[in-house]
């Protein structure tokens, strides 16, 4: 069994496009905020008016959308997050045994010379 399930490291992969399409979102939910209010305060009739709930939620969406966006970790963040979190202190007490054996084999070696 793998220690790091291989989904995970398909799910790390594709977290820069996932950010880029949220970017784009938030881009696209910032300009139908602006074309709403634009279209609010400057058309002059009256039937064709969008109404303040399509700019309130427009706006929400870009807050949601630019929250999302901030927290959202990249590529790197999430392999720390994966590997950090298959580091505990006994997998850290196994290793440091196995480096201080190997250490003393490689004196011991060198002594024999």
């Known amino acids: 069994m793998p ?10 992969n594709t977290a820069n496009s ?3 399409l949220l970017m784009l979102f938030c881009f696209l939910s910032v300009i139908s905020v602006i074309v ?4 609010y305060l ?4 009256m039937d064709k008016h969008p109404s303040k709930k399509s700019i309130i939620i427009s706006s929400v969406v870009f807050v949601i959308l630019s929250i999302t ?5 990249d590529k790197n963040t999430l392999m ?3 590997i950090a979190s298959q580091v505990t202190v ?5 290793a440091k045994e196995t480096v201080e054996k190997i ?5 011991e070696v060198i002594k024999e010379k």
């Open 3 to 12: 220690v790091i399930n291989p989904w995970i490291v398909y799910w790390i």
């Open 36 to 39: 709403f209010a634009f279209n």
């Open 18 to 20: 996932i950010g880029e």
């Open 69 to 73: 966006t901030a927290l959202f970790p």
């Open 90 to 94: 006994e997998r850290v007490d196994i």
């Open 42 to 45: 400057y058309l002059l009739d």
């Open 103 to 107: 250490y003393n084999d490689i004196l």
């Open 80 to 82: 720390q997050m994966a």
